[in-house]
């Protein structure tokens, strides 16, 4: 079968260093993204993975290992405005996006 | 415009009436999709068009329909509502095929069906 796996919820503190954990089983993998989304709007783009190793844009890091079929969003220096739910997506074998259900990550000062 | 735009933003529906979601997309992007997102579940899609004039299920196609007659729109349509049906419906669009492009997504409709 094709499913991602992330935790629920998670909670971290103001100026901390948080890691989102994402595992996927899927036939049709080309790449993991995440995708950053606050209560009541819209989803947004934050990485793409294609190639193991990790890649970092500013505050925020993305890890991939495609062997283990494992990815790790990295958030350091968290902020409050960092609250939001975030969602891992790879593609399936009609090579369309399936997604986990999200971490809703709260961030207290 | 600016990027992607859906309407209505909400609405409440009774069971059996037929419904058309709005989307339009300024980017001149390819290909677009329609999501929906529940609670405690992630997005998942319904249909998906890769080009203008072709459309494909995705995994919860049952009782909506798509059109894609330009490169701008992409409605959805629920012929008869149910209140399985009540839901937040995401539009999103990709310059290319959704394995390697980031989708934009649009604001959202949050529908409820009694």
């Known amino acids: 079968g094709q499913n991602i796996d992330q935790p629920t919820e998670m909670t971290a503190t103001e100026g901390a260093i948080v890691q989102i954990n994402c595992t996927y089983q899927t036939s049709g993998f080309n790449g993991l993204f995440w995708y950053q989304q606050h209560a009541g709007e819209a989803p947004t783009f934050l990485s793409y993975n294609v190639l193991d190793g990790l890649e970092e844009k500013g505050r925020f890091s993305s890890f991939l290992s495609r062997s283990k079929g494992y990815s790790y969003l990295l958030l350091k220096e968290l902020q409050m405005k960092d609250s939001a739910s975030y969602l891992c997506a790879c593609t399936d074998s009609n090579y369309q996006l399936i997604w986990g259900a999200g971490t809703k990550l709260i961030i207290k000062p | 415009i600016a990027g992607i735009t859906q309407a209505p933003t909400s609405q409440i529906l009774a069971a059996g009436r037929r419904m058309t979601l709005r989307c339009t997309q300024d980017?001149?992007?390819?290909?677009m999709y329609w999501y929906r997102q529940d609670l405690g579940l992630g997005l998942r899609l319904i249909h998906y068009s890769n080009t203008a004039g072709t459309t494909g299920k995705g995994e919860v196609p049952d009782g909506y329909s798509v059109s894609r007659a330009n490169t701008d729109d992409f409605p959805l349509t629920l012929a008869s509502a149910v209140p399985s049906q009540t839901s937040v419906y995401f539009c999103?669009?990709?310059?290319?095929?959704?394995?390697?492009?980031?989708?934009?997504f649009g604001p959202g409709t949050r529908l409820t069906v009694l």
């Open positions: 999103a669009s990709s310059a290319g095929q959704a394995e390697t492009d980031t989708q934009y």
């Open positions: 980017m001149r992007h390819n290909a």
